[in-house]
């Protein structure tokens, strides 16, 4: 959904995503990453209904960025940046799961 | 770290950062906890890694907040990024957490400066991916350096809509349209309060050339269109909406909507202060004099989360609330005190003058709140307006009762995203005016934090001095 | 005095108490007033933990709390409503063997009264039961037909069915003063609206020592708030409610995949405000007690802490009875944070009280008058 603006990209980071190696900005946020360099279009699953959700605010407000980094769920990735080697997963749907 | 600090600073935007300037300036010691990891808030998000070509693209609006981060970079005060605060309580003390540690420490006078957000409003499938604020992509480029990949249709109401479209333009983001659905009368409301606003011409000049640039550029720009809607199954594929020739269809991969910024009260709520409704604008914002004081011992709220005039206008608002503070921990006299905020007020107002014009011309539309019964409002427990209106016939009337029936803003946003638009469907249904309504409770921790993390949290019983 | 409102009987307080004892009134016929100083029914009532419990409740309540049981189920045919009910069983654990020697001899006590509903089990039942407990266990009891439902739909449910059978409610209605002269009682309101009645029941929880206070009876209740925390969703772990002997903690997993997290951490309370503000201490310890019992818990995200307000009384045991002083009056109050499973039941109980009739089962234990003995 989104494209680096700059061609020229200074230093970067190796980080993981649902075990691809992706190498990025040093600078860019978790969900930049994922919605940018990653081709995704989307951050995570809704866990009431499974439905694919994206970010919306990106500046910590809606919560639709969450996702699991480096082992942590729940974790608001448009406000946190991508550091070497950090893992990130998105969340499953507990759809189905309740009673 | 010291732990018991004379203030400590909840945002590091223009209020936050103006007023760790000026109590430093006076010898206070303060403390500056910012969710962002460098100092710039929503306006100026990472000015002091923004290169050239971002400055000229973001404009004078943007780089004139480089002045007033080498300031407060400069100035005594302590700064921690990536400071997640999740508690303040009425005793002053504050829980915050960086890198999965949390810690409390203690302010003499806490200062709440997380401004304002888009104001939410939920329309036929907003949850699908490709639909965003207006201004995340703006948050996005100052922060990421990433920008919109493929045709870009915005929508809504507001200067800041206006600003985006430029900033995509000068970024060479393919728009389709932009869907403005400011209502052809608030010109004439807002005409009165014209000659108010004279007084800052620059500013209504520089409205004037938004949306003149706006019409040059030959971007397709619908006027008074309404019901504006997301179409998709997994994401984004189009956007229809109705202008007085009737119904139109966009393709697009990103739709990108605005209408209107509105304070964010994620701890005024917490903590259980006054909110009041502002009608024209219509958003709860806490009751503060004119220092930002809200009655609580040493709790302030500072520039747009206390009331939206802007990052300007938040810089003095920060200030006052500083001088205020040294006031009271006898840093400054009372005649250089009143000397002081004699001469910030001054400059307030002058910024404030045109805003009465603005917030007219720019009222929310009426039909803002028209949501059909199968539109999610909730986004995070995914419950629709249907639900939330068989609630009310079934005779809840208060916004946190069809919280606990619905679970209306029981997720993670705990109702930033759904608290304005509940209380508006609450409102509408019973013919009340949402101000009598009590907003949403949020409660701690105000961002979710792992059990793991709350258990090890150093308190400051604990701490050794 | 046109505007004056007169009723049968008025209930001071809509929480579930009163809205369960307004329903079984106004089918009995009776004219009802159901006065609640909130918009809207809400407080303890609406924000508790949601736990049904048989288990290890006070031998006097045991007769009261396995009736009330047995209503749940047939909620939908009371209320219209099945009330979130989840008869998911209620599980304690003796964490030593001291703890189960007590639990062995409570078991004996509870079945000498005729109740079996209390099931001493193995460690190795616990475990099946609860595969996520990781703390040491000597076994422990169950009620496997216990469960939890939820507060808030139960509250609106029992008070819009008991409006529907007649009863009149009162919001925004906070009583100031009840009088009682010849011709019955005369409630006044904050805001100056009158009523008379022939009956006043004292169903204010928190507040029911005010409430009495009113009429010079002296009840030993009083406001204390408890918190809770809620997770996140998370996949399914857990089936019955939990509670460890000997420790802060009450331990379940709702429908929805949210934990609910409660164990009696009590919180700050504003009485005036009626402001509730959780003690992070109390919290820190009880994310702790899950930590060490419940290791899958480590990364679940807690999204919110609450804290309710609850009638607490000097024996833990509510009170129900008419005023020795003045003829007409009930209390219904002080359930000390274990009243709504028994909800359904008391409205059954104190209609017949109220009504002059016999009620099913004694209320004798809950007279007012166990506390002026205490002090002699």
Not at chain 2, 11 to 28: C, D, M, N, Q
């Amino acid at each position: 959904m989104f494209k680096h603006y700059s061609q020229q990209i200074d230093k970067t980071v190796t980080i993981e995503f649902e075990g691809t190696l992706l190498t990025v900005p040093d600078t860019i946020t978790v969900a930049a990453a994922v919605i940018g360099p990653a081709g995704q279009k989307h951050t995570r699953l809704s866990p009431v209904n499974g439905k694919k959700r994206a970010p919306y605010c990106f500046m910590g407000v809606c919560h639709e960025c969450l996702m699991e980094i480096d082992g942590i769920p729940d974790q608001q990735a448009c406000i946190i940046e991508v550091k070497e080697g950090m893992k990130i997963r998105r969340q499953a749907s507990l759809a189905g799961d309740g009673e | 770290m010291d732990r018991v600090r004379d203030i400590i600073i909840i945002g590091a935007g223009p209020a936050g950062l103006s007023a760790a300037v000026t109590a430093s300036g006076y010898g206070l010691d303060v403390l500056v906890l910012d969710e962002q990891p460098s100092p710039g808030g929503q306006l100026y998000r990472n000015i002091e890694r923004a290169d050239q070509d971002t400055l000229k693209i973001l404009g004078p609006d943007y780089s004139k907040g480089l002045a007033l981060v080498e300031k407060f970079r400069k100035s005594a005060a302590e700064y921690i990024g990536n400071a997640i605060v999740w508690r303040i309580d009425p005793g002053s003390n504050v829980c915050f957490s960086t890198d999965s540690q949390s810690m409390e420490i203690s302010g003499k006078n806490i200062i709440i400066a997380i401004g304002a957000k888009e104001r939410p409003v939920p329309f036929s499938s907003w949850t699908l991916p490709g639909v965003m604020g207006a201004g995340a992509v703006d948050a996005n480029f100052k922060s990421s350096g990433t920008i919109p990949d493929g045709p870009v249709v915005l929508a809504g109401s507001g200067p800041l809509l206006l600003s985006v479209v430029g900033h995509m333009v000068s970024l060479g983001v393919e728009i389709s349209a932009v869907l403005d659905t400011t209502p052809r009368g608030n010109i004439l409301s807002a005409l009165p309060l014209l000659p108010g606003a004279l007084r800052r011409t620059d500013y209504l000049l520089k409205g004037v050339g938004m949306l003149l640039n706006l019409k040059r550029s030959g971007i397709n720009y619908f006027k008074n269109i309404t019901d504006y809607k997301a179409n998709g199954k997994d994401w984004l594929e189009s956007v229809s909406f109705k202008t007085k020739n009737g119904s139109q269809h966009i393709d697009a991969e990103l739709l990108l909507v605005h209408e209107g910024i509105v304070p964010r009260c994620d701890f005024t709520q917490q903590i259980g202060l006054k909110h009041l409704w502002d009608p024209v604008q219509r958003y709860w914002y806490p009751e503060t004099n004119v220092f930002g004081g809200t009655g609580m011992n040493g709790i302030y709220v500072a520039g747009d989360g206390a009331f939206v005039h802007g990052g300007i206008p938040a810089t003095f608002k920060g200030s006052l609330t500083a001088l205020d503070i040294a006031g009271r921990l006898n840093a400054l006299s009372s005649a250089e005190k009143t000397d002081d905020v004699v001469k910030t007020v001054k400059k307030l107002s002058s910024e404030l003058a045109p805003r009465p014009f603005v917030d007219a011309l720019y009222k929310p539309r009426m039909d803002l709140y028209n949501i059909n019964d199968e539109t999610l409002v909730c986004r995070c427990e995914e419950v629709t307006a249907g639900s939330i209106r068989q609630a009310i016939l079934e005779g809840c009337q208060e916004p946190n009762e069809i919280k606990t029936i619905t679970r209306c803003g029981m997720g993670h946003c705990q109702g930033r995203m759904c608290g304005i638009a509940l209380a508006e469907i609450i409102a509408e249904n019973l013919e009340l005016d949402p101000g009598d309504l009590r907003p949403l409770n949020i409660r701690p921790p105000v961002r979710n934090i792992s059990l793991s993390e709350l258990s090890r949290v150093t308190l400051l019983e604990a701490a050794t001095p | 005095m046109n505007n004056v409102k007169s009723a049968d009987i008025i209930i001071v307080g809509a929480g579930l108490m009163g809205a369960s004892i307004a329903l079984f009134l106004s089918r009995a016929g009776k004219k009802v007033f159901l006065l609640e100083k909130e918009i809207s029914p809400c407080h303890a009532s609406a924000v508790n933990a949601g736990g049904l419990r048989r288990l290890n409740r006070a031998l006097e309540e045991i007769p009261i709390s396995v009736a009330a049981m047995e209503m749940w189920p047939q909620l939908p045919e009371i209320v219209g409503s099945d009330c979130g009910f989840q008869p998911v069983g209620q599980v304690r654990i003796a964490p030593d063997e001291k703890s189960m020697a007590l639990f062995k001899k409570r078991v004996e006590e509870v079945e000498a009264l005729g109740f079996f509903h209390e099931e001493l089990i193995s460690s190795v039942e616990i475990k099946q039961l609860v595969p996520a407990y990781t703390g040491s266990c000597k076994g422990g009891i169950v009620t496997r037909s216990d469960g939890h439902a939820l507060p808030a739909q139960a509250l609106r449910a029992f008070f819009n069915t008991a409006c529907s059978a007649g009863t009149e409610p009162f919001t925004r209605c906070k009583v100031v003063d009840i009088s009682r002269g010849k011709e019955g009682f005369t409630v006044v309101a904050e805001d100056g609206r009158l009523f008379t009645s022939e009956v006043v029941i004292n169903c204010a929880g928190a507040w029911g020592k005010n409430i009495a206070a009113l009429l010079d009876d002296q009840l030993p209740i009083e406001p204390v708030a408890l918190s809770m925390m809620v997770t996140a969703r998370m996949k399914r772990f857990i089936h019955p409610v939990i509670g460890v002997h000997g420790r802060k903690l009450s331990f379940k997993q709702m429908a929805n995949g949210t934990v609910v997290i409660g164990g009696a951490h009590k919180a700050f309370l504003d009485k005036e405000k009626e402001k509730t503000t959780i003690n992070i201490s109390e919290v820190k310890k009880s994310a702790e007690t899950v930590m060490k019992y419940f290791p899958i818990m480590e990364k679940a995200s807690i999204v919110r802490c609450w804290a309710g307000i609850e009638g607490v009384t000097s024996d833990g045991l509510p009170v129900i009875d008419q005023s020795q002083i003045t003829p007409g009056l009930f209390h219904v109050c002080g359930f000390s944070a274990h009243g709504f499973q028994l909800s359904p039941m008391i409205g059954r109980l104190v209609s017949s009280l109220v009504l002059g009739k016999k009620p099913e089962l004694s209320l004798d234990a809950f007279s007012m008058n166990r506390f002026n003995r205490h002090e002699q």
